[in-house]
């Protein structure tokens, strides 16, 4: 009886160790403390040493000091009027143009440009670049002066493809394109009509022959 007592009491004192041992604060045993970051002033190298590893590569590079970005396929227009992807010339360089290719006289009180009404673009030659059409007439003081519809070949400003007003007294233009051909409607001044007044309607095509354009001539009816 006495063996079996004494067994029991040390079994009893065996779970108490096992549950003290289990059931200790965690606070009595000491914790591993994180490594410590570097500071800011510590570099990439800094970092390495301490077991951290090497800083992130970045995703872009900066742009060097006096390297312009690049302006991408669309061009920009320079200080020159024109682009630098071969752009069209600006409305205030087709002024300028149209005053020379008119002929307009300088004037005082008035500036050395034309009065540009549109400028449309469209491949008429089927190059493969588009062509400038520019309807234009000279400044004035006094009443609208004449109108003409220029062609000038891509982005040449030397002398024009096709002058359609001229030997005319257009007032207005109308242009529309279709391929390689060209077609002005407007209205325009006989010889007796006063300048207030246009009298005549004329319809005329021109098509690109593959050496300059060709017409049949105006087609012209009386305003009522």
Same mark, same amino acid.
């Given at each position: 009886?006495?063996?079996?007592?004494?067994?029991?009491?040390? +079994?009893?004192?065996?779970?108490?160790?096992?549950?003290? &041992?289990?059931?200790?604060?965690?606070? *009595?045993?000491?914790?591993?403390?994180?490594?410590? /970051?570097?500071? &800011?002033?510590?570099?990439?190298?800094?970092? $390495?040493?301490?077991?951290?590893?090497?800083? $992130?590569?970045?995703?872009?590079?900066?742009?060097?000091?006096?390297?312009?970005?690049? %302006?991408?396929?669309?061009?920009?227009?320079?200080?020159?009027?024109?682009?630098?992807?071969?752009?069209?010339?600006?409305?205030?360089?087709?002024?300028?143009? +149209?005053?020379?290719?008119?002929?307009?006289?300088?004037? $005082?009180?008035?500036?050395?440009? /034309?009065?540009?009404?549109?400028?449309?673009? +469209?491949?008429?030659?089927?190059?493969?670049?588009?062509? &400038?059409?520019?309807?234009?007439?000279?400044?004035?003081?006094?009443?609208? *002066? +004449?109108?003409?519809?220029?062609?000038?070949?891509?982005?040449?400003?030397?002398?024009?493809?096709?002058? $359609?007003?001229?030997?005319?007294?257009?007032?207005?233009?109308?242009?529309?394109?279709?391929?390689?051909?060209?077609?002005?409607?407007?209205?325009?001044?006989?010889?007796? &009509?006063?300048?207030?007044?246009?009298?005549?309607?004329?319809?005329?095509?021109?098509?690109?022959?593959?050496?300059?354009?060709?017409?049949?001539?105006?087609?012209?009816?009386? %305003?009522?």
């Amino acid at each position: 009886m006495r063996q079996r007592t004494k067994l029991v009491l040390l +079994a009893v004192a065996g779970c108490a160790v096992i549950a003290t &041992a289990a059931c200790g604060s965690p606070s *009595n045993s000491a914790a591993t403390p994180p490594a410590a /970051a570097p500071s &800011a002033s510590a570099g990439v190298g800094a970092a $390495a040493d301490e077991g951290v590893g090497s800083a $992130a590569t970045p995703t872009a590079s900066p742009v060097q000091p006096g390297k312009k970005p690049s %302006i991408g396929q669309g061009g920009q227009q320079d200080q020159g009027g024109k682009s630098d992807q071969g752009g069209p010339v600006s409305e205030a360089d087709w002024k300028k143009v +149209a005053f020379r290719t008119l002929g307009c006289k300088r004037q $005082a009180g008035l500036p050395e440009r /034309a009065e540009v009404k549109r400028v449309d673009h +469209a491949d008429l030659t089927g190059d493969g670049q588009r062509d &400038a059409i520019v309807v234009a007439s000279c400044p004035t003081t006094t009443s609208t *002066n +004449a109108v003409h519809v220029f062609v000038f070949e891509g982005n040449s400003t030397g002398k024009p493809l096709l002058d $359609a007003g001229q030997g005319l007294y257009l007032r207005t233009a109308d242009v529309q394109t279709s391929g390689r051909k060209i077609t002005v409607d407007a209205e325009a001044l006989s010889d007796d &009509a006063p300048l207030c007044c246009p009298d005549l309607r004329i319809q005329q095509s021109w098509t690109w022959s593959g050496s300059g354009f060709e017409t049949k001539g105006p087609k012209t009816t009386k %305003i009522s």
